[in-house]
C-alpha cells in the first residue's frame, strides 16, 4: 500500500465518524446546531431577521450561495453534503492518479534497477582503473627514482669530466709555456749556433789565408807573425 492510499484511507475514515457522531448525536437528542455551524469554517453562515426570517449559507472561498431556509439545520445540512461532495470529488480525483502512479513506480523501480546495475558495473570498472592507474603510478615513481639515481650518476661523471678538461687545459697551457720557451731557447741556440758557425767561417778563411801565406815562396817568420796576428 502506498503514502497516498494511506492518507486517502485516513480521510474517509475520519468522514466517516465524523458523520455516525452526527447522526447519532441526532437519534439522541438532536445536535447543537450552532456548534455544527461554528464547526463549518469554510463556510459563511448568514441570518436574515424581519417578518420571515431566512438563513443562507456560501463557501468562504468564492463566495458560492449554497442555499437559504428559514431552518437553521437545513443550511448547516447542505454545507456538510457540499463538503462531503468536494470530500468525495477530491478523492476520486487522487483514486484516478494511484494507478498511473503505481505503473510510473513500476516503471522507475526498474529504471532504478537497470541504473543500479549499470551503476555497479561501472564502479567496478572504475576500481579496476584505479588499481591499475595506482600500479602505473608506482612504476612511474619508481622509474622517476631510477632516472634521479642516473642523473646523480651524469651529473657527477659530467664533474669529473670537468675537472679531466680543467686538468687538461692546465697541461695544455703549461705545454704551450714549455713549447714557447723551448722555441725561444731554439732561437737563442740558433743565433748562437749562427755565430759560431760566422766565426768558424772566419776562422777557415784566415787558415786557408795563412796555409797561402806559409805556402808561398819568400815569406819569412816575422811576416806570419804578422799575419797570425792579424
Do not use: C
Not at 468562504?60 to 439545520?73: D, I, K, M, Y
Not at 612511474?140 to 634521479?148: Q, Y
Not at 642516473?150 to 680543467?166: K, Y
Request: aromatic share 6%.
Amino acid at each position: 500500500m502506498t503514502l497516498l492510499s494511506k492518507i486517502l484511507l485516513v480521510l474517509v475514515f475520519f468522514a466517516s465518524i465524523a458523520f455516525m457522531g452526527f447522526a447519532a448525536v441526532s437519534a439522541v437528542g438532536g445536535p447543537n446546531w450552532s456548534q455544527e455551524k461554528d464547526a463549518l469554517t469554510d463556510y459563511v453562515f448568514e441570518y436574515q431577521a424581519g417578518e420571515n426570517p431566512i438563513w443562507s449559507v456560501k463557501t468562504r472561498r468564492g463566495g458560492e450561495q449554497l442555499t437559504t431556509s428559514p431552518v437553521l439545520a437545513k443550511v448547516i445540512v447542505a454545507a456538510q453534503k457540499h463538503k462531503l461532495q468536494q470530500q468525495n470529488e477530491k478523492l476520486d480525483e487522487v483514486t484516478k492518479t494511484i494507478e498511473p502512479l503505481k505503473t510510473s513506480i513500476k516503471r522507475w523501480e526498474l529504471i532504478n534497477k537497470v541504473d543500479r546495475t549499470a551503476m555497479k558495473d561501472k564502479a567496478t570498472e572504475l576500481k579496476q582503473k584505479i588499481v591499475q592507474l595506482d600500479q602505473q603510478i608506482i612504476q612511474l615513481a619508481n622509474e622517476g627514482i631510477k632516472i634521479g639515481q642516473q642523473t646523480l650518476e651524469v651529473n657527477q661523471e659530467a664533474s669529473e669530466r670537468r675537472a679531466d678538461i680543467f686538468r687538461l687545459r692546465d697541461q695544455i697551457d703549461e705545454i704551450r709555456n714549455e713549447r714557447f720557451l723551448a722555441e725561444q731557447q731554439q732561437k737563442t741556440l740558433r743565433d748562437y749556433i749562427d755565430r759560431i758557425q760566422g766565426k768558424v767561417q772566419r776562422l777557415q778563411r784566415q787558415k786557408e789565408s795563412l796555409k797561402k801565406v806559409v805556402l808561398a815562396p819568400g815569406n819569412n817568420i816575422e811576416e806570419k807573425k804578422e799575419l797570425s796576428q792579424k
